[in-house]
């Protein structure tokens, strides 16, 4: 569910369970972006950033970037890749890196991806693409620029933008696609709060200021914004036998998903982009009507049979329509982030589970200074926090650091 060429490969990167975007500016550090910005910009505080994305198109970060498209499985769109520009990293290695990666996996599928480097402004490079995948003939453009973003890391980051639509429309639609990138501009993120609550109870998560569970069982656990539109929900189900406990069969994720979303109460659901990774994981992107609400979610379903009997679990990223496009990256990173105490589940379940952590975890190997977090802690409290880069604050009362709302200043700790 890449909004790359790879979404018509069927190839997906999962969920990202820690923020790809890693810088932070203030307002005043990036004004020139902003100002040659013709698009509405959406705003994304959780993992720290604004993009321009035009009217009624849709905004992801699943794979760790940010992708702006029609929709989920549309043949053109922009995808945006920002890496800090730490020691020994350079623009030109950032962007050489990201072209070989899109590029190995439309080749994975036995499509067509080649790139051609040119130097661009200020010897910073650029790149055409031609592609054909399934038949349709694909042209992009790529390019690479620094914005300064004051972090612990790094004072500048490389932003790689990659646009690409039908070669016969390309020349005319690469205005809209290139201005999405020009809009796009770091802004301070915020602290995730971290909660180990084993053994007392079953999950460990994390969530912003502000948020609440919003529901909680031996199971399952729902993490709610303060409104209450907005929820990343995680769901440990089963075993159900067909004809026993439930009357449809349940043993593939497809099957699954179908169950759920009448069980959860959705309506007329229209899937956006639907992945299957291997026979007993999917996911799907979604909208559909809750509670009289258009809503928009992104849900992963895998199943586990054995015998007659099969059970599964779930993670659920779903917010208000209106929300989705700033709201979606929070909620991918908090059901992402929910763990179980299996001690009193079935241990086939456990494996389940660990396989998607294994899977996942995939994304974070392209960059590992861009998906790792700062942990650190409150000296007053004990109180531990997932701090993205982008929430460090390079002017604090007490210094440069991480800090909470009310001014106390974090200390770093090491993970475990």
């Excluded at 620094?146 to 790689?160: C, D, F, K, N």
């Excluded at 994390?206 to 609440?212: C, D, L, S, T, V």
């Excluded at 779903?318 to 982030?337: C, K, Q, R, T, V």
Aim: aromatic letters at 10%; glycine letters at 10%.
């Amino acid at each position: 569910m890449r909004r790359t060429l790879a979404v018509i490969t069927a190839l997906a990167a999962p969920w990202a369970t820690s923020s790809m975007f890693t810088p932070y500016a203030s307002a005043a550090s990036a004004p020139a972006e902003t100002a040659a910005c013709s698009l509405p910009l959406v705003h994304d505080i959780y993992d720290g950033f604004h993009v321009g994305v035009p009217g009624g198109w849709d905004l992801s970060t699943l794979g760790g970037e940010v992708a702006v498209g029609p929709s989920p499985s549309s043949p053109e769109g922009v995808v945006l890749y920002a890496a800090l520009l730490t020691k020994s990293v350079t623009p030109t290695a950032v962007f050489s890196a990201f072209m070989r990666y899109e590029q190995g996996l439309v080749r994975k599928s036995g499509s067509v991806f080649n790139y051609q480097v040119q130097a661009g402004a200020g010897g910073l490079p650029t790149a055409t693409v031609q592609a054909e995948v399934r038949g349709a003939k694909l042209g992009g453009e790529a390019t690479v620029r620094v914005l300064s973003v004051p972090t612990q890391l790094a004072s500048a980051e490389a932003l790689v933008t990659f646009a690409y639509g039908p070669r016969a429309q390309f020349a005319s639609e690469a205005p809209t696609l290139n201005a999405v990138g020009r809009c796009y501009g770091p802004e301070r993120a915020t602290l995730f709060e971290l909660f180990h609550q084993p053994p007392v109870a079953p999950f460990s998560f994390i969530e912003p200021p502000g948020w609440h569970i919003g529901a909680e069982g031996q199971d399952d656990l729902s993490l709610d914004n303060a409104a209450n539109t907005a929820s990343a929900t995680f769901d440990l189900w089963g075993p159900f036998v067909q004809g026993v406990n439930v009357s449809q069969p349940l043993s593939t994720p497809s099957q699954a998903i179908t169950y759920w979303f009448g069980k959860l109460g959705f309506q007329a659901p229209q899937v956006l982009s639907a992945i299957d990774v291997g026979p007993s994981q999917e996911y799907m992107e979604f909208t559909a009507t809750l509670n009289g609400k258009a809503v928009h979610g992104l849900i992963y379903m895998e199943t586990s049979t054995t015998g007659e009997s099969t059970a599964g679990v779930f993670r659920l990223a779903l917010a208000d329509s209106p929300l989705w496009d700033s709201l979606n990256g929070a909620l991918i990173e908090m059901a992402g982030s929910i763990q179980h105490d299996f001690t009193q589940d079935l241990q086939e379940i456990q494996a389940v589970n660990r396989q998607w952590q294994d899977f996942n975890g995939q994304v974070a190997n392209f960059d590992d200074t861009l998906n790792n977090q700062q942990l650190v802690q409150d000296p007053s409290t004990g109180q531990l926090y997932e701090a993205p880069y982008a929430s460090y604050l390079p002017t604090g009362p007490q210094g440069p650091g991480y800090y909470l709302p009310n001014g106390q200043k974090l200390n770093p700790v090491e993970r475990p």
